[in-house]
C-alpha cells in the first residue's frame, strides 16, 4: 500500500491519497478542499480513483467531496448516519468557518463498525469511534498496520468534543476501547497535524497516557 498526504484548505487538514502498488487503484480520504490541488494530484500518481472516504461530517474533512465525486463520477462512502445531521447543515458550517458555502449531499452509502473497504489488494476496516462526532468512523488497515483517525486522536492531543453531537466521554472510551488494543505498533494519521503511532500516544498523550 502507498500513500500521500496532501494537506488541504486553512485547516492544514489532512486529506490522504492510498493507492494498491498492483491496479493503482486509489480511494482518497478526507477531501476537505482545494479541489483542484486534490485533481492535480491523483493526475500526478497516474492513479485511478475508485471511491471517496469520509470519517465524518465536518466541513474541513468532507468540503471537496461532492465535487470531485461528480468529476471522477465516483461513490462516496460516508461516515455513520448518525453524522447525517452535519451534512444537512454544511451551508451552516461554512458561515460558522469563514469558508466558501458548502452545499449539502447525500453520500451513496453509509458506513458502519465492520464494513470492509477494498481498493485493489488493499483492504481497510471500518471502526466506529464517536466522540468527536456522534457518527465519526476510523479507517484501520492491519497487514500494513496504518490507522486513518480523522479528528479522534493526534500527536500529544485528542479530538475537540465542544460541537454539537460531541462526547469527551465517548471519544476516550473509543481511543482507549478500540483504537489502543489494535497495537501499539499501528502508525496513525491524523485529520491534522504530523503521524504518530499508538504506542508513543498510549505512553506520552496527556489526554490518555
Known amino acids: 500500500m502507498k500513500y500521500e498526504i496532501l494537506p488541504v484548505t486553512a485547516f492544514n487538514q489532512n486529506c490522504s491519497l492510498i493507492w494498491c502498488e498492483r491496479t493503482h487503484q486509489a480511494v482518497l480520504i478526507d477531501p476537505g478542499g482545494d479541489a483542484d490541488k486534490l485533481t492535480a494530484a491523483i493526475n500526478h500518481k497516474k ?17 471537496a467531496a461532492a465535487q470531485l465525486a461528480k468529476h471522477f463520477q465516483v461513490p462516496i462512502h460516508d461516515p455513520a448516519v448518525e453524522d447525517r445531521f452535519l451534512l444537512e447543515k454544511l451551508p451552516i458550517q461554512s458561515k460558522m468557518f469563514g469558508l466558501d458555502e458548502c452545499q449539502p449531499f447525500e453520500p451513496t452509502c453509509w458506513l458502519k463498525e465492520g464494513d470492509e473497504i477494498t481498493i485493489g489488494d488493499i483492504k481497510l476496516m471500518v471502526l466506529h469511534c464517536p466522540g468527536h462526532t456522534p457518527g465519526h468512523i476510523v479507517f484501520i488497515n492491519r497487514k500494513d498496520r496504518l490507522a486513518l483517525v480523522g479528528d479522534v486522536i493526534f500527536h500529544g492531543s485528542v479530538g475537540r468534543t465542544d460541537f454539537p453531537g460531541s462526547s469527551h466521554s ?40
Open 47 to 63: 492513479v485511478t480513483i475508485s471511491k471517496i472516504l469520509l470519517t465524518h461530517g465536518h466541513l474541513d474533512h468532507v468540503g
Open 170 to 209: 465517548q471519544l476516550i472510551s473509543s481511543i482507549r476501547n478500540k483504537l489502543l488494543p489494535l497495537g501499539d505498533d499501528i502508525t496513525f494519521i491524523p485529520g491534522h497535524g504530523k503521524i504518530s503511532t499508538f504506542g508513543d500516544e498510549r505512553k506520552h498523550n496527556p489526554f490518555i497516557s
